[in-house]
């Protein structure tokens, strides 16, 4: 799912449909406690300044990976970090200097737990060097 815009209605209408997907998907035999164990992540991104930027994100599920075009490295990388963005293991890599702003945002739940990240980055390169396949949104 991907899409334009920077409204913060859609996405929250896009978080409760997701809630929902997840708490109906769970299989019948499933106990209470392993359907209420959802790993998931609204991913967006937000690239330019404030005057002029564009919005595109997707719904990142962990429980089997999919929606996102790496999901499961993206889903590996947060599960060693314990869901903690921040923590995710940082690359080596050298990135040009130039400046290209780029918001990374994502709300989900981790193992029970609320997931809140929000920072911004000089380009694209860094935002991958620090947050693995997280935000790859292009797969």
Same mark, same amino acid.
């Given at each position: 799912?991907?899409? /334009?815009?920077? /409204?913060?209605? #859609?996405?929250? +209408?896009?978080?409760?449909?997701?809630?929902?997907?997840?708490?109906?998907?769970?299989?019948?035999?499933?106990?209470?406690?392993?359907?209420?164990?959802?790993?998931?992540?609204?991913?967006?991104?937000?690239?330019?300044?404030?005057?002029?930027?564009?919005?595109?994100?997707?719904?990142?599920?962990?429980? $089997? $990976?999919? +929606?996102? +075009?790496?999901a499961?490295?993206?889903?590996?990388?947060?599960? /060693?970090a314990g +869901?903690?963005?921040?923590? #995710? $293991?940082?690359?080596? #890599?050298?990135?040009?200097?130039?400046?290209?702003?780029?918001?990374?945002?994502?709300?989900?739940?981790?193992?029970?737990? $609320?997931?809140?990240?929000?920072?911004?980055?000089?380009?694209?390169?860094?935002?991958?060097?620090? /947050?693995?396949? #997280?935000?790859?949104?292009?797969?």
């Open positions: 799912m991907t899409y /334009t815009t920077t /409204t913060t209605a #859609v996405r929250g +209408g896009l978080l409760a449909a997701a809630a929902l997907l997840l708490a109906t998907a769970a299989p019948a035999q499933a106990t209470s406690q392993e359907s209420a164990r959802g790993d998931w992540l609204f991913v967006t991104l937000t690239t330019g300044d404030t005057r002029s930027s564009g919005t595109r994100g997707t719904l990142l599920l962990c429980d $089997p $990976p999919q +929606g996102h +075009g790496r499961a490295e993206a889903c590996a990388q947060l599960e /060693t +869901g903690d963005i921040g923590a #995710v $293991p940082t690359r080596e #890599v050298y990135c040009p200097m130039i400046y290209a702003p780029v918001t990374a945002h994502a709300r989900g739940e981790w193992q029970g737990r $609320p997931v809140e990240y929000e920072e911004t980055f000089s380009s694209m390169c860094v935002l991958g060097a620090r /947050t693995g396949a #997280v935000f790859a949104l292009d797969g």
